[in-house]
């Protein structure tokens, strides 16, 4: 793993980032999903390093080695992207985000699109705000989004009581019976099987708690909001790919997101889920986002 690097910011806060595959190669920003961290960009090092190219991944405010930013919204985002890339020396550049980086990444889309060539989105969350309701969606973003509607106090106080628990690294030992408590896909567990993937995934979350509660739920609270743009508004080229077996976000919804883009190639893969997909086709994404 690579030492984190931190960027000062024009306001006085810090931007953590961390970088993988090859340093001299073309620049990927890398937008990590929730909850998680810039670590999750390991998923990608090794065949960034075959490709040639060079993933930088930030920490998001709040998140780990990143200042908190209260009351952010994902408008906010593109700024501190545009700080960093001028600070690496970075005129043009692509992005790939996992789940929860897909508003990211199609907010930089937006308001950079002389800069971002194009975006790579695998298993991408969906405007919450726009849903009539919550079908299609993992339990567990169901109750977080009616708990934060209604009583949220009560799910701040929820994502306190489960840090210790979140943050703790469980024994190698232990894998199988986590795998099974998550009640996961059949694809989805096995690719997590794997101990480079397994710590990828659940090494960039337990970062992420262990930073504190209160950044992942402000993370969190991101997605409940309206983005502040429309998906027709991202114009530049959009890679989108989602599993057929994704029970985070059913793929019918990534359909309705397709088809609302403007320059959007989409692959629905067979027998594949939210793991599964960027674990076992990370290579594949990668160097069809290159070619564009």
Request: proline share 7%.
């Amino acid at each position: 793993m690579n030492r984190q690097k931190t960027l000062e910011l024009q306001d006085g806060a810090v931007l953590a980032f961390d970088e993988y595959g090859d340093p001299t190669g073309a620049p990927v920003m890398f937008c990590h999903g929730w909850p998680s961290s810039c670590t999750m960009a390991q998923l990608a090092d090794e065949p960034a390093r075959g490709l040639g190219v060079r993933i930088i991944s930030p920490d998001r405010p709040g998140i780990s080695g990143s200042t908190m930013q209260r009351d952010r919204k994902l408008s906010d985002w593109p700024g501190f992207l545009q700080e960093l890339v001028n600070h690496l020396e970075i005129s043009e550049f692509r992005m790939l985000a996992i789940s929860g980086g897909a508003p990211y990444a199609y907010a930089a889309a937006v308001a950079m699109p002389d800069r971002v060539r194009a975006i790579a989105i695998v298993g991408g969350v969906i405007p919450f705000a726009e849903l009539k309701d919550f079908r299609g969606l993992l339990p567990l973003y169901r109750w977080m989004l009616t708990f934060y509607r209604t009583r949220p106090q009560l799910l701040r106080r929820s994502f306190q009581l489960a840090r210790p628990f979140l943050s703790f690294r469980a024994p190698v030992r232990l894998r199988p019976l986590l795998l099974k408590m998550l009640l996961l896909r059949p694809c989805d567990a096995a690719s997590l099987r794997d101990n480079a993937a397994f710590e990828a995934i659940f090494e960039s979350q337990r970062r992420a708690w262990r930073g504190s509660a209160e950044g992942v739920m402000d993370d969190a609270r991101i997605y409940a909001h309206p983005w502040g743009f429309a998906v027709e508004d991202v114009r530049v080229p959009v890679r989108l790919w989602h599993g057929k077996q994704d029970r985070a976000f059913a793929v019918c919804l990534a359909e309705e997101i397709a088809n609302r883009l403007p320059n959007c190639k989409a692959r629905f893969i067979e027998n594949e889920g939210h793991y599964s997909l960027p674990i076992r086709h990370i290579r594949e994404i990668l160097q069809d986002l290159m070619s564009v």
